[in-house]
């Protein structure tokens, strides 16, 4: 499916303008909406691969600088040491509120754009994980995907230490799809179990996968990118985007945990 120019557009937040690049279909029509969070490195080339990859689909896709509040619009970080310290930095710097008011926006954009159904989902990698973890928690997100999200197990997102993602995992009423490498230094196995008995615990409907990988292994820059279970992992999450954002499947009064290991 070809593709319509990308957008930029400048949405209003309670902390400031956040700069948000739209991908979308070229043909006229309207279609099911997944705002994309990126690493901790903003929007890089290969995060707009990877939303180009999900609007050529048939999705509009919305991707949100995530340290607005501290940049100048239009920052993307380098994939080096000096990138990784200052997003870090940023991570921790910004207040948990600001990513749900930033998350609560892009969501309102998607659901009120011409070219989108109002349907919506969510997707992450790395920090984006976690923030797409924590989107699944608003009203009407029926579909999320969380590539290795690094600050979940412990409680690491945001100032002061006071992430409570694991405490309002039952205020998530869509699907799950969680995808982890098991050589992911970022998120250990005793990390992984902790959130897998917690969305358990909570009768949380989603969808496990370890994949023998590194951190980052969807990045197709650098020497961690692993481009078979880039194919897997972008497979699964198309499908379950085009299943749960479509008109037709709705979730079992009763769901448990649907379980897949590799």
Known sequence: ?????????????????????????????????????????????????????LAGHGFVVAVPEVYHEFLPAGTALAYDAAGAEQGNQLKVAKELAAYDT???????????HAACTGRVGAMGMCLGGSLA?????????????????????????????????????PEIGGELLLVWGRQDPHVPAEGRARI????????TCFTWHEFN????FLRDEGNRY????????????????RRKLGEGDQRPAAAGPVEARH
């Open 196 to 203: 897998y008995a917690a969305l358990a615990a909570a009768g």
């Open 102 to 112: 930033d998350a609560q926006a892009v969501l309102a954009f998607l659901r009120g």
């Open 226 to 241: 692993d481009a078979e279970l880039a194919h897997l992992g972008l497979g699964l999450a198309v499908s379950l985007f």
């Open 1 to 53: 499916m070809t593709l319509h120019d990308p957008e930029t557009i400048d949405l209003p937040t309670p902390t400031g303008v956040m700069r948000t690049f739209v991908f979308r279909p070229a043909a006229p029509g309207r279609y099911p909406g997944i705002v994309l969070f990126s690493e901790i490195f903003q929007v890089t080339a290969p995060i707009r691969r990877t939303a180009a990859f």
């Open 213 to 216: 990988g590194a951190h980052a």
């Open 133 to 169: 973890f924590r989107a699944a928690m608003n009203p009407g997100v029926a579909a999320t995907v969380c590539f290795y999200a690094t600050d979940v197990h412990k409680r690491g997102l945001g100032r002061g230490a006071n992430d409570n993602s694991l405490d309002r995992i």
